[in-house]
């Protein structure tokens, strides 16, 4: 019963905020003119073949892998009340880094991918390092340093892709892109697993990252509630000074969060390198560490959250070609990722507040019952 | 707690191995890698007996960018007129990383021939060309593909930017001109190279004030105000003609130029009627025109009448690529840049497609 009604109120909350942020945006939608119920149809409608239903399917699926991976690595930080806001610049420089490389080396297949998923972990944890040693060693606020960096990562991937980390395979002319991984490096995918679902297999293989992403999500999951880790992450987080007090070292737990966190960032761009693009170029996919922000918000920083959050984000982003066939504007699905974030955040607070009224009603009423039967047997005694 | 950390980490290796493992078990599904690597070759000589819907990839920007992507659809909308096909538009999401899922949904639609506008679908455009070998996609700009079902048209930018180049030379009071490019990446060096070429063919003295609004060779195509504060940092400096290949940031470099009441220089389209804005269009001294929608109407119609298209590189020697005389501004220079345009026709000025610095 008890956790019947922990999950409802867990699941409440962001349910009730996903349905305010449609009401939202089909209000929004009628006042721009559009007919909501067209947009609305056209977000859940997955194209009228079955190649294209599973194709859709394919882009929900592998679009979700990078946005849980970078709510989680958001989360992990937030955990403590740090906030990450790194994780796009930590996960362009291990991705340039990993795709270097993963593309000169040449090894046998699992053990390749281990190592480019490790040097991915190491880029991604290094450049997180450098806000987490000034916040420690000077105090510097973490959100302006990590915003910053974001803009050197950009220059410093493009700086490394286009001078020592360029193809010199490659010969001369084309945009500088990193070595192509070899086949070793090649992650299979899932493709015709969808015939057991009975449905068609769809043109490309939906990336088997997916395996390495429920598995940090378990592993990130236990981390967080069953270890010793975990609960000084929870408790610096929860109060600082508590913490501190009962001989967590802060400066200890900041380094190793943020370190985690980049680590996980690390991960990120590795479903588009390990099975899509094969390579660091012009075309890598960017912005992921900005909407793991929010996946991370929409997930309230649990890892099933975050699960159901990415797709949700996913599923709205694969919907924007649907809308822009409809004749409305693909940019609707971002007007709804927002809104949702915008709502979550409202919603939480305000079941925040009536919980607590409850709790705050429940202990009340459990001190009042020693005096409730006695003015009643008194009453009684009275009438009597 | 020492030991939590590494344990974990080495759990997650651990764990790593054993799914890279389980998943050597079922194979990859035929076709799906054979495109990039090793394979030469994919997909087939597609001929196409009717045309009755054509799909469109938007570059990023979308619609209405009054620049390269507008272009495009000028040209699909003149085909659509004179042969009457039903045309689907897609554009990318913000960050760009759907290009592939457009095509493939444009393919699964049933639409016969596919365009992508811009370099940027390169490798996405061929991976999908292998997934649906019986579709003809065409892509503007970028290199040469390896699929027998992707034709790709070209265009000879640093030629057209050269002539604007000389242009902006002969316009400029102060011996300075500016440039604003969107990025590092090859084809938009193309345009600076040809620019600071034709301005140096000349006045062998002038000066090429360059900014680049993103470092690395994407984006930069969005973004007005960077273009304006870098437009304004050269006005500063001397710069009276100012060039940009930067899509819809270029609405920056005009403001910019007409602000200070020097000269801007559009790209792609004839800016001074796109740009929508007298008060700018007065400011803008000529455009490179890039003609896209020529190119677009002509593979259209090619597959009409033929069945199917061929890659091209269009010159200036086709009038892929040109100059505006739009607003009467350069009427006086028509002569000199004419005469520029047939010593390169001819040979005599080999435009170079990269910049000397």
Same mark, same amino acid.
């Given at each position: 019963m008890t956790a019947v009604r922990r999950l409802g109120a867990a699941l409440a909350p962001p349910a009730v905020a996903v349905l305010i942020a449609l009401a939202i945006t089909a209000l929004l939608l009628t006042v721009l003119g559009v007919d909501a119920l067209t947009a609305l149809r056209a977000l859940v409608d997955f194209g009228g073949s079955a190649q294209g239903q599973a194709n859709q399917l394919r882009t929900l699926l592998t679009g979700a892998v990078p946005l849980f991976l970078a709510g989680v690595a958001v989360s992990v930080a937030f955990r403590m009340n740090l906030f990450n806001i790194g994780v796009e610049g930590q996960y362009r420089v291990a991705a340039v880094c990993a795709a270097y490389v993963g593309g000169e080396l040449a090894l046998p297949m699992p053990l390749h991918v281990l190592v480019i998923v490790l040097v991915a972990m190491l880029a991604g944890a290094a450049y997180a390092a450098v806000p987490a040693v000034l916040k420690v $060693?000077?105090?510097?606020?973490e959100v302006i340093t990590t915003i910053m960096l974001n803009s050197i990562a950009v220059g410093l991937a493009a700086y490394l892709v286009a001078g020592?980390?360029?193809?010199? $395979?490659a010969g001369e002319g084309g945009n500088p892109t990193t070595r192509p991984l070899g086949e070793s490096a090649r992650l299979p995918g899932f493709q015709d697993s969808f015939l057991l679902l009975g449905l068609q297999p769809p043109t490309r293989p939906v990336t088997g990252f997916i395996v390495v992403a429920v598995v940090v999500g378990v592993v990130v999951a236990l981390l967080v509630s069953r270890t010793r880790f975990g609960f000084e992450l929870r408790a610096s987080g929860a109060n600082p000074t508590a913490a501190v007090a009962s001989g967590i070292p802060a400066k200890a737990m900041v380094l190793r969060a943020m370190l985690l966190s980049g680590a996980l960032a690390g991960l990120v761009g590795l479903p588009e390198l390990l099975s899509e693009d094969y390579s660091y170029g012009t075309s890598f996919t960017s912005g992921l560490g900005f909407t793991g922000i929010a996946v991370a918000l929409l997930g309230r920083n649990s890892v099933p959250g975050i699960a159901v959050a990415a797709l949700l984000f996913s599923f709205l982003d694969r919907a924007g070609p649907s809308l822009e066939t409809q004749?409305?504007?693909?940019s609707v699905s971002t007007i709804i990722q927002g809104t949702v974030v915008l709502t979550v955040v409202v919603v939480n607070e305000v079941a925040a507040r009536l919980l607590a009224r409850r709790e705050d009603r429940r202990v009340r009423g459990r001190t009042e019952p020693a005096a409730v039967p006695a003015a009643a047997a008194q009453q009684g005694e009275g009438r009597a | 707690m020492r030991r939590t950390l590494p344990g974990a980490a080495l759990t997650l290796a651990a764990l790593l191995v054993a799914s890279g493992c389980a998943e050597d078990?079922?194979?990859?599904?035929?076709?799906?890698?054979?495109?990039?690597?090793?394979?030469?070759t994919c997909g087939n000589e597609v001929t196409i007996d009717e045309v009755t819907s054509v799909g469109l990839a938007f570059d990023s920007?979308?619609?209405?960018?009054?620049?390269f992507n507008d272009a495009t659809v000028a040209g699909l909308e003149q085909a659509q007129e004179e042969i009457g096909f039903e045309a689907t538009e897609l554009s990318p999401n913000a960050d760009g990383s759907n290009r592939g899922d457009l095509l493939r949904q444009l393919a699964d639609a049933g639409n016969n021939p596919i365009i992508g506008n811009g370099f940027q679908f390169s490798e996405d455009m061929d991976t999908v060309a292998a997934e649906y070998p019986d579709t003809q996609f065409i892509r503007i700009d970028g290199g040469p593909s390896d699929c027998a079902n992707v034709a790709v048209l070209t265009f000879a930018e640093p030629q057209g930017s050269f002539l604007v180049g000389a242009a902006a030379a002969l316009t400029s009071e102060t011996g300075v001109v500016g440039y604003v490019g969107a990025n590092t990446s090859e084809l938009i060096e193309g345009f600076r190279a040809g620019y600071t070429q034709g301005a140096q063919a000349v006045n062998p003295d002038i000066e090429v004030l360059t900014a680049t609004?993103?470092?690395?060779?994407?984006?930069?195509?969005?973004d007005p105000a960077a273009a304006r504060v870098a437009a304004e940092a050269q006005i500063e400096q001397g710069a009276d003609v100012l060039y940009h290949a930067s899509g819809s940031s270029g609405v920056g470099v005009f403001e910019a130029a007409a602000a200070a009441d020097v000269w801007g220089i559009g790209v792609d389209q004839d800016q001074y009627n796109t740009i929508g804005d007298p008060a700018l269009a007065e400011h803008i001294l000529t455009s490179m025109l890039k003609n896209l929608d020529a190119a677009v109407y002509e593979s259209l119609t090619t597959i009409v009448e033929e069945g199917s298209v061929d890659s091209q590189n269009l010159t200036l020697a086709e009038d892929g690529v040109g100059y505006s005389t739009t607003g009467g501004f350069i009427d006086d220079l028509v002569p000199q840049l004419e005469e520029y345009k047939q010593q390169i026709v001819d040979g005599e000025i080999e435009v170079s497609a990269t910049p000397a610095s």
């Open positions: $060693t000077r105090g510097v606020n020592p980390f360029r193809d010199s $395979t004749g409305i504007p693909p | 078990a079922p194979p990859q599904a035929g076709g799906s890698t054979s495109t990039e690597g090793g394979g030469s920007g979308g619609r209405g960018d009054l620049s609004l993103e470092p690395g060779p994407e984006d930069g195509y969005n």
